[in-house]
């Protein structure tokens, strides 16, 4: 097993399994998280020996999204689009089988990370719930993995209200493998984990591209897409909306629209 720090990575025989490793702040995304957890995904993609992955969190989210209190402050928005947006592009077309061990609840940028794996298991008490309305912020990153599967009409239903969507209408929605109990989670893991071993890799390689290019969008079309993510998401960063509604979630505070939209022009 190899820790560093807000990342572990552990090894058994032909299965990596990379943990978000800040329970206490929900698994919650920093600059320096990310970091780690692309070092982590380069290091399993080039080890020929490892043939599948798991990406699960510690404690009782799986991942909270970007952290709020400041974690990626220091960098700018600009800078934090393309830094990001790195992380989920490497993670969406990972070489080999990725599988989202849900071991909890998944918000914002971790719904994200959720919808770049191959096979989602959740337990029964998992949602997910794209929050960032509610402090004035878009998903604009993860929005290019989350419309294609769950169609505009659910996408903006999901982004515009940021309620929970429980692991059983995820499921509904085809948008998980299956949802377990939480003491039956690493058993149905491990079924896909042998489903998996039985498959050979370079033909698993190449499904997974052959999926991205058939089910998806055409280079240009892709390219467009990101172009408008980097400055929706800088935009973002920079209006009054999501500085104050960060405000308010630093200060443990429900931001009051209604009264933010009085004292503000928009």
Not at 30 to 49: F, G, M, R
Not at 252 to 260: H, Q
Request: net charge positive.
């Amino acid at each position: 097993m190899a820790q560093q720090d807000e990342i572990v990575l552990t090894i058994d025989k032909h299965v990596a399994t990379i943990t978000l490793n800040r329970p206490k702040r929900g698994n919650s995304l920093t600059s320096k998280l990310n970091e780690l957890l692309l070092a982590s995904l380069q290091k399993v993609a080039v080890d020929d020996t490892i043939r599948i992955l798991i990406l699960t969190g510690a404690g009782k989210y799986f991942c909270t999204g970007m952290d709020l209190g400041g974690g990626s402050s220091n960098l700018s928005p600009d800078v934090a689009v393309e830094k990001g947006m790195e992380v989920y592009d490497y993670l969406y077309k990972f070489p080999k089988p990725v599988i989202a061990r849900m071991n909890g609840p998944a918000l914002g940028g971790g719904v994200g990370l959720l919808f770049a794996c191959n096979v989602r298991i959740a337990t029964k008490n998992s949602y997910i719930a794209l929050t960032e309305v509610k402090r004035g912020l878009i998903p604009a990153m993860i929005s290019q993995y989350i419309v294609p599967e769950v169609g505009q009409f659910k996408a903006n239903e999901y982004m515009l209200t940021g309620r929970r969507v429980s692991a059983q209408e995820c499921l509904q929605q085809n948008c998980l493998s299956a949802v377990v109990e939480e003491d039956q989670l690493d058993q149905a893991v491990q079924r896909y984990v042998d489903l998996f071993e039985e498959s050979a890799p370079g033909a698993m390689r190449d499904i997974k591209e052959l999926v991205r290019i058939v089910g998806g969008k055409g280079a240009s079309d892709i390219k467009n897409s990101q172009d408008h993510i980097k400055k929706a998401f800088v935009k973002m960063m920079n209006s009054p909306e999501a500085a104050y509604g960060i405000m308010s979630f630093t200060q443990k505070k429900k931001p009051d629209w209604s009264e933010f939209m009085k004292s503000s022009k928009l």
